[in-house]
């Protein structure tokens, strides 16, 4: 390598993960049914997400779900290439392999993604947004497109740091 290659500096952006990293108490609610009949499932987690280098977080999701141990997995970090941020989701009741794109509009993070759905048994769009209501805590919500183009909102996380 040449003495004069010079690595990647951080942006502004990636400094912005800072305000994730951290312990966080979320009050998970589940929507299971697009019926407004069907009661949503609560239950309390909590999410660790640290920095990974200067341009990545890292976190860790772990709640109960459904009387079973749920974990999940994401990454974030912002691809000054294509000047968006970039995520991932992994858990343990899923196959599937969650990747989203997306910018902040204010306050909130906007992301959009497309992979399987196990229920429907067909690839699906989703959205996703977090409202940074302040460095302390955040609201962030998913919805998934239906067969008949309408959104459902499949879930929402209010974060609190611990």
């Not at 499932?41 to 280098?53: C, D, L, S």
């Not at 399987?116 to 989703?126: P, V």
Request: charged share 30%.
């Amino acid at each position: 390598m040449s003495e004069e290659m010079e690595f990647p500096k951080p942006t502004a952006e990636h400094n912005k993960l800072r305000e994730h990293a951290g312990t966080w108490k979320v009050h998970s609610t589940f929507y299971m049914d697009p019926n407004p009949e069907t009661p949503p499932m609560e239950v309390e987690a909590k999410e660790t997400i640290e920095m990974f280098g200067d341009f990545w977080t890292s976190s860790v999701y772990e709640s109960d779900f459904m009387g079973q141990p749920f974990q999940g997995r994401s990454t974030l970090g912002y691809d000054p290439e294509t000047k968006e941020y970039v995520s991932t989701w992994i858990d343990t009741m899923s196959p599937t392999f969650f990747h989203f794109r997306g910018n902040f509009k204010g306050d909130t993070l906007e992301m959009k993604g497309r992979a399987f759905d196990c229920m429907m048994k067909r690839d699906t769009n989703y959205r996703t947004t977090e409202l940074h209501k302040s460095p302390d805590e955040r609201v962030f919500e998913m919805y998934m497109e239906m067969p008949d183009g309408n959104e459902f909102k499949m879930m929402s996380h209010v974060y609190k740091r611990a």
